[in-house]
């Protein structure tokens, strides 16, 4: 291996949100880094429109970036803090549901916002090299080495080998360099699309530049199989995105329909967007799939690992896929400084530590999703929600609510979940013990007072006989 004194070439594939924050980390560690992205430059392409407009931040993706020193300037001062739910029924009724106590929020932070200013960090650094429109086509991951397609301006295409110590897979959901890894022996591999897409449409600010509705909340519709939620923008306006199966966005073929259906479900929402905007999105766009993707290992020898949704892409109903993969990020570096640069043990035990974690919150995400169409209005569902709100205002350091430990606190995901079966099961007893306390309690009442029920009961059947 070439090292000389500790530092190693990393190669990235991908300049998303991951690979950014990735190249960050290495090149503060004195790596040298060379990262590869598809599509050009964001910071200087005229129009890029791409997934979501902006995300949910909470504290794992913030400790991430404190560690490369951006968290005051990405989240703290951009920012926008949203510190409660606010569900939007059918009649225009609102009720704010907040996160926790009343520092506890997540941050809404637009993604070109953020993918740019990482970027930007990363190239500040003398040992960080980008290169914009270099698609990764192949590979051979054992020995570091990846192809790479150049489309220059002309339009024409040429490739190079790159070789270094250590490829980083940041490429996304639908990763190339995790193709590569499939050809590995015993490498596991599971997908499965959702049968709902998702669409994004937007709420401008109101004619005085504010927001047209509460900022610093996440708004939610629900609305059984189908739901709508909005995220404030900097710009005052919302990014608010439509979650329905494809079967019934095909069905809203016309404009009249797609009014009707609106004024049906989200009868406050189309105002706010304006009947001729949400035409005119609406049919401009089409809906976009959803994947969840399982993955193991995700390293190959002591030459290559994929990270983010490269390893774990996930449904958004939890709102965890960019804090998972900063996440990732951070505890990989850890490992660096753990192993001291040690490729073959901390690629390892990145993959036995992470496998769990990133399957458990693929799998609470998906949980979510079927929640979400199935439970919201749920009597029970609401009910257990109160009770752990309740009970964790009563003992926070106790019982910590599901949502909670994912969003608020840095327990490892595969625990969130562990902390959950660990509070049903005290639950179930309580209710046994409750309904049996009860039943017993009824009874010695009724035997302490026999003899008055016995009179009163006699009497009752006295006084009924004058009527016969
Ligand atoms: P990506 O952002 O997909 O970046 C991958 C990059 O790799 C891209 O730039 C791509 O061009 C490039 N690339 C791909 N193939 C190649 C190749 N062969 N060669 C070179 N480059 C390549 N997460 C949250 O934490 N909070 C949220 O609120 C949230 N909301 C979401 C809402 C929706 C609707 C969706 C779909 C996702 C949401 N997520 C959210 C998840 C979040 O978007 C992802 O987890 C995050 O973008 C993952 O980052 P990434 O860098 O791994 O992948
Ligand atoms: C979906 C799409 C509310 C951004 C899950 C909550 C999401 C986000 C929730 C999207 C929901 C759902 C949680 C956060 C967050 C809630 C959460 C979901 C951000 C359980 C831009 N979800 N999301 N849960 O609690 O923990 O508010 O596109 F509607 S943030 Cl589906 Cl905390």
Redesign the pocket.
Known sequence: MEQDGGKITVTI?????????SACFFAKRGHKVRL????ED?RTAEYAR???I?????VR?RAALAVVGLEGALVREHGIPMRARMIHSRNGERRAIPYGTSEQC?Y?VG?KYL?EVLLTAAEKNPNVELYFQ????GGDLSKGEIN?EVINSEGSKKQMMVKADLVIG????????RKQLMKQPLFNYSQTYIEHG?M?LCIPPKKSGDFAMEANYLHIWPRGNFMMIA?PNQDCSWTV?L?MPFEQFKSLDTPQKLLDFFNHFYPDAVPLIGEDRLVKDFFESKP?P?VSVKCKPYHVGSSAII?????H????F?????????EDCHIFDNLMTKHKNNLKKALEEFSDYRNPDAEAICNLAMYNYIEMRDLVNHPSFLLRKKFDMFAHWLMPNFWIPLYSSVTFSHMRYSLCIKNREWQDKVLHRSMYFLSFATILGISAVAYKCQDTILNIYTSMIRSAHQYF
């Open positions: 594939v991908g300049g998303g949100l991951v690979g950014a924050l590869y992205e598809y599509r964001i791409g997934r979501s902006n995300l949910a931040m909470s993706a997540i809404s993604r993918n270099h698609k990764m086509v790479v940041a490429d996304g959901a639908f990763s190339s360099v998702y994004e995220l995105t979650f976009s959803l990270i983010g949704d490269a390893a892409a996930m449904v958004p939890y709102g965890q896929g960019m804090n998972a993969g900063f």
